[in-house]
């Protein structure tokens, strides 16, 4: 019943920035953690960044630390990845990601995934 569409992906250069969002809507549960992935071709989905509902504690991948920026406005149930100092290697098809905070074997486990959007940086 949890919908997920992400908004903002395009084409920029390397060295530009681009802000994806990603609204929520039909929860019929408790999201407590959002996250954001990315996935290029033939290459394993990778963890982007995460950002609990609550209080808004946020956790990033080490590849984007520092560049990117996960946010969130609970009023409009949508949240938010800034991302700045793009690089060729951020090209991906970026997903958005609902969790209820289960856990399995030692991962969190998202339940709702967007459909996805494309972000491509050139060089």
């Known amino acids: 019943q949890v919908q997920l569409v992400e908004s903002g992906g395009g084409l920029v250069q390397a060295g530009g920035s681009l802000r994806l969002s990603c609204t929520v809507s039909g929860r019929t549960f408790s999201s407590t953690i959002m996250g954001w992935f990315r996935q290029a071709p033939g290459k394993e989905r990778e963890f982007v960044a995460r950002i609990t509902w609550g209080g808004g504690s946020s956790y990033y991948a080490d590849s984007v630390k520092g560049r990117f920026t996960i946010s969130r406005d609970n009023a409009k149930n949508t949240v938010y990845l800034q991302m700045n100092s793009l690089k060729p290697e951020d090209t991906a098809v970026y997903y958005c990601?609902?969790?209820?905070?289960?856990?399995?074997?030692?991962?969190?486990?998202?339940?709702?995934w967007g459909p996805g959007t494309q972000v491509t940086v050139s060089s």
């Open positions: 990601a609902a969790s209820s905070g289960t856990f399995n074997w030692g991962r969190i486990q998202y339940d709702y």
